[in-house]
């Protein structure tokens, strides 16, 4: 929504905590194929894991916006100009042939950071397999992507990020050819990219024009869009300042959209995880700032903001003088814990989280020297390290929401059950609606058919027109039959409307359901036939 401007411009001139917005028309739609129940996704993983690695042989290539400021200097030159590029839908736009190619490339210039034992013809026919066989259903129908990755696919954000570095080469090599070294080797140390989001300090006496018509030129797929300025530039989560006196300052970025809303503290969610959101935040807060000024100000806003989610007031300060007391978070830290991670071997024990359910995890912790006394257990959990997991499971959003759309908006109505053995299907009048013989027209409010229960119905006798209204707690169709068996046997009969369709039409009726009643009881179904029969006035119902 934030790519909005009609949507951005109605928050910035908000008067009210509801904003209003009828259809804005620059609001872009994609499809966005669900990566984990997807067929493809066991094996978009695994290829991510083999080619991952590559990606930190991509000169631009940057982690997160921690490695991000890493990159930036303390100052800059007077004329220095901030400047941003946006990769158009990059996902979707990827010609395969360009991403075969890419892949390709790194897999020739870099096999020493692949593993051995996958060949490059084995890497390259499973990247087609899950390029060409993404397949997803909207509307009804089903769809073939072309061209493109699935946005929701696992190695979508490696496979994109060597796409573009595979461009980068050809690029740098371009700018070679034509400006000189020193332009090209300029322009490789100082871009920095994560996925398609692109970032650059301009001091070159070259126009940055020339050098976006570049950009553009690598594949008539691929369209860069350029933001620039000379006072400030969001990029990623960092907001960049040119300060009067050129220094470099740092504020973190938020979007006019984004309300920061954190997870409530009374959220459904363990302990550990509520009680470490403030000193995350924060610790997030005292990286990107990088004056004290900014930092205060972005502190007294968390304390505010995570008072609105019913975060107790100790439990944020003790985040916060924790995140102070730490500092910064710096990459390299993060690396050598990384590593740590690595050597230790660790082996996640995932359970669903439900706070009533017994924590086994303490348990098996308990009994870990006894699954050691078995020599299978003992070679599997050698110089491992089992650390407690917890999957999300299923909320209300998953219940209530669906991933199909079905735009073809239809009225309710009355449908046969389509089952062969059913003597009820030839009978019944299919429709939204129907209008009896008298002039009154009804239509239904919910899909009837012969199957459904605790209902209202009314029969039509086949030769005068003349109806009857009735209501049944059985199916339909078992309703039916009775009136059928009684109108064959007039010993049988019990209400005036048989022994009329006997005489007139020979047994012969039609059927139009009327209600169907959502709660159990006879008393609101009873009511409800009551009632329709004074708005339709059938005259078989006559004593």
């Known amino acids: 929504m934030h790519k909005s401007e009609v949507i951005s411009n109605a928050i910035l001139e908000q008067h009210t905590e509801c904003i209003k917005i009828l259809n804005p028309d620059d609001l872009k739609f994609r499809p966005i194929v669900g990566g984990p129940n997807c067929v493809t996704q066991r094996l978009s993983h695994f290829i991510d894991i083999i080619l991952k690695p590559l990606c930190c042989e991509v000169p631009s290539f940057i982690r997160d916006d ?95 990020t060597l796409v573009l570095g595979y461009l980068e080469h050809i690029l740098y090599e371009q700018l070679l050819n034509s400006y000189g070294q020193e332009f090209a080797s300029y322009v490789r140390q100082n871009w920095k990219r994560f996925l398609d989001d692109c970032f650059i300090i301009w001091n070159s006496d070259i126009p940055v024009e020339i050098f976006h018509t570049e950009l ?107 995140a102070l007391e730490k500092g910064p978070i710096h990459t390299e830290l993060r690396e050598q814990v990384h590593v740590t991670s690595n050597q230790n071997n660790i082996i996640p024990f995932v359970t669903t989280y439900n706070p009533r359910d017994y924590n086994i995890f303490h348990f098996m912790k308990q009994i870990e020297f006894n699954l050691n006394s078995s020599e299978r257990m003992k070679n599997v959990l050698q110089k491992k390290k089992i650390i407690n997991s917890k999957r999300q499971p299923k909320n209300l959003k998953g219940f209530l929401s669906s991933s199909k759309f079905d735009f073809h908006e239809s009225s309710p109505s009355v449908k046969k059950c389509t089952d062969k053995r059913c003597m009820t299907c030839p009978s019944l009048i299919e429709g939204t609606s129907f209008t009896f013989k ?61 022994e009329h369709f006997h005489d007139c039409s020979g047994g012969h009726f039609k059927i139009f359901p009327l209600y169907k009643v959502n709660t159990e009881g006879d008393f609101l179904r009873r009511r409800k036939e009551t009632l329709l029969i004074n708005i339709l006035k059938p005259s078989l119902n006559d004593k």
Request: aromatic share 10%; net charge positive.
């Open 66 to 160: 921690l490695e991000f400021l890493n990159h930036l200097p303390t100052t800059v030159n007077p004329n220095s100009e901030l400047i941003s590029f946006d990769v158009v839908s990059l996902y979707t736009n990827i010609p395969h042939d360009l991403g075969i190619s890419a892949i390709t490339f790194w897999l020739e210039n870099k096999r020493n950071i692949v593993q051995d034992r996958f060949s490059k013809e084995f890497i390259l026919e499973t990247v087609k397999i899950i390029l060409e066989r993404n397949v997803f259903y909207f509307d009804g129908k089903f769809y073939r992507q072309k061209r493109g990755t699935a946005m929701g696919t696992k190695m979508a954000p490696t496979y994109a």
């Open 216 to 322: 553009n030129s690598l594949n008539d797929q691929i369209r860069f869009t350029i933001n620039r300025s000379k006072i400030e530039m969001p990029f990623l989560d960092v907001l960049i300042r040119i300060s009067t006196n050129n220094n470099i300052i740092t504020d973190i970025f938020s979007k006019d959209t984004d309300t920061h809303m954190y997870l409530n503290f009374r959220s459904s969610h363990p302990k550990h995880i509520k009680i470490n959101i403030p000193f995350n935040l924060a610790s997030r807060i005292i990286t990107i700032t990088n004056t004290e000024e900014l930092r205060d100000t972005r502190l007294r806003e968390l304390r505010l903001y995570l008072k609105n989610q019913q975060y107790p007031e100790e439990i944020v300060e003790h985040g916060i003088q924790k």
């Open 438 to 498: 008298n002039g009154r027209t009804f239509t239904v409010m919910q899909d009837i058919s012969c199957k459904t229960k605790n209902l209202v119905y009314a029969i039509i006798c086949s030769n005068c027109g003349e109806f009857y209204v009735g209501e049944t707690k059985t199916e339909l169709r078992t309703r039916m039959t009775v009136h059928r068996q009684q109108t064959r046997h007039q010993d049988l009969t019990i209400i005036r409307a048989n």
